[in-house]
């Protein structure tokens, strides 16, 4: 079955800490990933997206993630969190053949204590 | 920056009746999602619509839900005699396409079934 798991339910930090997030997805072909946060009070956005090319991805806010097609994973990390990366972070893929349909991993609470 | 907006922000209605949730996906988007998170639980996808039909739906996706774009700028999700475990978050989602493109969310309409 198609599926993502995230590692981590609530990590909580100090600022300036290195953040690693954890997100494994079954085996299903090509597959096209995301990492969304989602700010207190705000909308699901996008944090970084793969396709192909380089596993190395960089998105906003200093994020990055890397593709490992052998170990199935896609983590996200930051060198350095501050207190405003305090939000809820999910994974999702998009599996060759469905038409858009993002499939989540269960989210993961990040809390950065100033 | 163009967002999708959702209404009612929430909505609160008793076992059986019917709902009609709204969105207004971005103007130039082509493919439009329904998503769900029940407290405590995951994302899941509803349903993926392009041109007027539904492209891909999931199992909770049944004979009780609908989905219409009634005219150029809505997007709706009717359902049709709710039940208690209707009660979640739904979210909205437009993209320019299903598969390499980032998938916009909205603010979520809180339903909860009395």
């Known amino acids: 079955a198609q599926s993502v798991s995230q590692h981590n339910h609530h990590v909580i930090l100090s600022e300036a800490a290195s953040l690693e997030l954890g997100c494994n997805y079954s085996y299903g072909g090509t597959v096209n990933l995301f990492w969304y946060v989602q700010y207190p009070g705000q909308h699901l956005q996008l944090l970084l997206k793969y396709f192909s090319g380089d596993p190395l991805v960089k998105g906003i806010k200093g994020f990055e993630a890397e593709f490992i097609k052998s170990k199935f994973s896609f983590n996200l990390r930051k060198p350095s969190v501050q207190w405003s990366d305090t939000a809820e972070y999910f994974c999702?893929?998009?599996?060759?053949?469905?038409?858009?349909?993002?499939?989540f991993g269960q989210g993961t609470t990040l809390q950065v204590k100033p | 920056e163009p967002e999708v907006t959702q209404t009612p922000s929430h909505q609160v209605t008793q076992m059986g009746q019917e709902v009609i949730l709204r969105c207004v996906p971005i103007?130039?988007?082509?493919?439009f999602y329904w998503y769900r998170q029940i407290l405590g639980q995951k994302v899941e996808f509803l349903v993926s619509?392009?041109?007027?039909?539904?492209?891909?739906k999931s199992e909770i996706f049944d004979d009780q839900f609908s989905v219409e774009r009634p005219d150029g700028s809505n997007f709706t999700l009717k359902i049709r005699s709710t039940k208690l475990e209707d009660s979640a978050m739904y979210f909205c989602a437009s993209s320019e396409d299903p598969r390499y493109s980032e998938q916009y969310f909205g603010p979520g309409t809180r339903l909860t079934v009395t």
């Open positions: 999702a893929v998009i599996y060759s053949g469905n038409t858009g349909k993002l499939i």
């Open positions: 103007s130039n988007h082509l493919y």
């Open positions: 619509f392009y041109n007027n039909e539904i492209s891909e």
